[in-house]
């Protein structure tokens, strides 16, 4: 029974001088909060109703108090948030558009326009038409109009070299060029690695490697090759 009474006086005696520690204005919002709740308390009979006047108080004041405070309030910071957070969805709206947005009347017939009067035209070549008219409209879209125009995508071309026989007539006398890079363990530095592909035959020529590929010594790498290559 002593025991009990000596740490009851020592658990008393920690909370004031807790107490004594904390500044005025502390104490001011403590008690401003404590009497909320009891208004609170005293106006409603079961469980306590909040207005949105009692939620805008508390939520302005609990967040002044110690964290070791906040857990015993009327309202658990759970529901502060919660509160935080419908607000915030009540504010910020925007509106819910689902699906793709509608293509403007004055596009659409531009396109199919276009599509009529110059049937060696192919989606593609009108969407770089319709760039060059400011109009930003995506490849998939003037696909998607000429589709519902019924207008076909790819007419026929008698004397038009599609993309795919060009590339395969001309592979033999083509070059791609690239860097991959290497990450040296001795100098901790990242290596990069020029090289050229002949597309043809897909021989892999290495040009050089430099830990620093500027313009001028890409530029110079690749003057050497072509001579090297000569008339080939």
């Not at 029974?1 to 008393?12: H, P, S």
């Not at 909060?33 to 909040?50: I, K, M, S, W, Y």
């Not at 597309?199 to 490697?209: D, E, F, K, Q």
Request: glycine share 4%.
């Amino acid at each position: 029974m002593a025991l009990r009474l000596l740490y009851l006086i020592f658990a008393e005696l920690g909370s004031w001088l807790v107490l004594l520690g904390r500044s005025s204005a502390a104490k001011d919002v403590e008690s401003l909060v404590l009497r909320h709740e009891v208004a609170v308390l005293r106006r409603t009979h079961g469980r306590p109703q909040l207005n949105w006047a009692d939620r805008a108080v508390l939520a302005a004041l609990v967040r002044r108090l110690p964290r070791w405070l906040r857990e015993h309030r009327l309202v658990s910071p759970s529901t502060v948030l919660r509160w935080h957070r419908r607000l915030v969805a009540k504010k910020w709206t925007y509106p819910n558009w689902s699906g793709r947005p509608r293509v403007d009347e004055t596009v659409v017939a531009l396109i199919e326009r276009m599509a009529r009067e110059n049937t060696s035209w192919g989606y593609r070549r009108i969407h770089g038409e319709l760039l060059k008219l400011g109009h930003r409209t995506a490849v998939s879209t003037v696909r998607r109009v000429l589709k519902r125009l019924r207008i076909p995508l790819s007419p026929t071309r008698d004397t038009d070299t599609s993309w795919r026989q060009f590339l395969h007539a001309q592979a033999a006398s083509m070059l791609a060029c690239d860097f991959f890079h290497v990450d040296c363990a001795v100098t901790l530095k990242r290596v990069y690695v020029f090289f050229v592909m002949e597309v043809g035959t897909r021989y892999v020529h290495i040009l050089g490697a430099t830990t620093n590929p500027d313009a001028a010594w890409t530029t110079q790498q690749a003057r050497n090759f072509v001579m090297e290559l000569d008339d080939r």
